[in-house]
């Protein structure tokens, strides 16, 4: 099943991105060169990041995950 590009919501997927880099970079610097440590710590802010910008109702009207449920209905934002 081939990925249709145009229904990407690129936005969503560069503020990902934008935030992905900023975890991996405090990461780092909290981790003092300790590149496993600094993996670790990235992972957690990440994740602490991403569910903060898509389940926190901030009211910001950002773009979020949307899903499918099993009866074929969107979820989400």
Do not use: C, E, Q
Not at 15 to 43: D, E, K, W, Y
């Amino acid at each position: 099943m081939p990925i249709d590009l145009s229904t990407v919501n690129w936005v969503f997927v560069g503020l990902m991105a934008a935030l992905a880099f900023v975890a991996a970079l405090f990461g780092s610097l909290i981790a003092f060169r300790n590149r496993f440590v600094g993996a670790i710590i990235a992972g957690i802010l990440f994740a602490i990041g991403f569910v903060a910008w898509n389940y926190y109702p901030h009211g910001f009207g950002l773009p979020i995950v949307k899903t499918i449920g099993l009866d074929g209905t969107a979820n989400g934002g």
